[in-house]
């Protein structure tokens, strides 16, 4: 079977664009008791003070030692449990500065709070690529990794640093083709049915597959850590569904502002915006807006009824381009990924500038470019990758382990190479931001405890993203973009700003 080209770019955008129930938990007893006292020295102490109860009976002591990432010193930490009951937690801390007090003791119990949840462990799903059968099927010759061992590291770091709030984390995973639903369909009825998880990171990507993450969100009212929900989605959705990318709603004004803020904006218009199907049409209309209380001129609107097929696309754009010759544009800015749109402007040598709404979506060009770019301004924003990034922390370090070499991103590999960059930004990523946002709901975590701690928590820090947040209103954190034009004498893009905060 001959690689089909459409099938490629769907799957390519999926993995290197960031991929990615019913009632309360069951009334079992609640197990565990744990007290913890803690002495440190420091200059300033925050401290939550939740209910207080006595700690249970003791009868094992466990005794670890951790590094708090703030003027702290180290603290010493002694854990001790009773048999099955209840989980109780109980902190206690004394600030040493010319005189030394004691500080109320802050004690929470761990019980089973839903589905999901006990007292000792929370259960969430993965669903990932199934890149060998992917290949084996399409024939195709992607070199992604398979992405489940570096997941289950990171799940395995969590827990070696206490878990979350006191309780593991259990991962179970599934894969998926991301053409067709029928393997996603299979893989959410698994995780949320037979599973019970009570999230799910990373999600479905590609053709088909995709919206099947509304089986997870809507149907089973499962939290949902990944994919790129629309605005009607998250709407839609009956549990939290929130993404560590920004969204491509909100990434159209944010190239806008990415444009303005970089003194680009005026110099390539008047504009034409193109949608490559109807379903772009709202992020169209906030871009059109976004450009003219600019005062920028957007001389003509456009939606493609003809993406994937080039015969038809080349008849569009025939006349498309007539009109904008009369109209004197000066950009093409394509929101959606139509490559044959692409292929097409790019032979008009450079009669007009090319503007792509979201960059990561043709990262794969650096490999494999469109033919005929040389004389084309092609201006993007992209995620530009590079270990040298230091918020991406142990997870590099716990990466280059599970794969066994030093994970690099796509653009240092050679051609054939295995891409282990792709896994571990995702692990990394989905599970931060869950690992956030589950501490930061306490330990009664429910859905509806996660919904209100994700809405609370504004500015956080992610690896791999010099800004973010998450808000009431804001499901997806990255706020930074980089404005990227293609090098053709490089054959790869290069980054023209520093990363910017453009999405808040």
Known sequence: MRPNPRVTLAVLTAVLAGTTTCGQGGSTPPVEVVAVSTTATVTTTTIALATTTAPRSTTVVATTTLAIPTTAAPVTVTSTMSPPATTTVSTSTTIAATTTSAVPTTTFVLEDTFRGVTSEAIKIGLTVIDFESLNQIFDLSLTYDNWIPVFEAMVADINSRGGVLGRRVDLVSRSF????????????????????????????????????????????????????????????????????????????????????????????????????????????????????????????????????????????????????RVEGVASFLVVGEDPYTYEYLARLGGEFNLLIHNGDSISSWSQDPPPNLESTLVITNMDFSSRDDPTWGRCLQIADAVAGTTVRPPTDLADGETNHWAGMVNACQSLTLFELVASAAGPHLTNESFAASAASLGHIDLPGYASASLGPDKHDARDSLTLARWNNEEMDFEAISEPIDVGG
């Open 177 to 324: 083709l991301p053409v067709g639903s029928v393997t996603a369909d299979t893989a959410c009825t698994e995780l949320t049915e037979d599973e019970q998880v009570f999230a799910v990171v990373n999600g479905f990507a590609g053709p088909g597959a995709e919206d099947v993450n509304e089986c997870f969100t809507d149907l089973h009212e499962t939290i949902l850590v990944g994919g790129h929900p629309t605005p009607e989605q998250v709407d839609r959705a009956r549990a939290p569904w929130i993404s560590y990318d920004m969204s491509l709603t909100r990434r159209g004004v944010a190239f806008v502002n990415l444009l303005r803020e970089t003194g680009w904006l005026d110099d390539l218009g008047p504009y034409l915006l193109l949608g490559a199907n109807s379903d772009y049409q709202p992020i169209i209309d906030d871009m059109v807006a976004a450009l003219e209380v600019t005062g920028e001129t957007v001389s003509v609107v456009a939606i493609s009824d003809y993406t994937g097929d080039e015969a038809a696309t080349i008849a569009f754009l025939d006349v498309l381009t007539e009109r904008a």
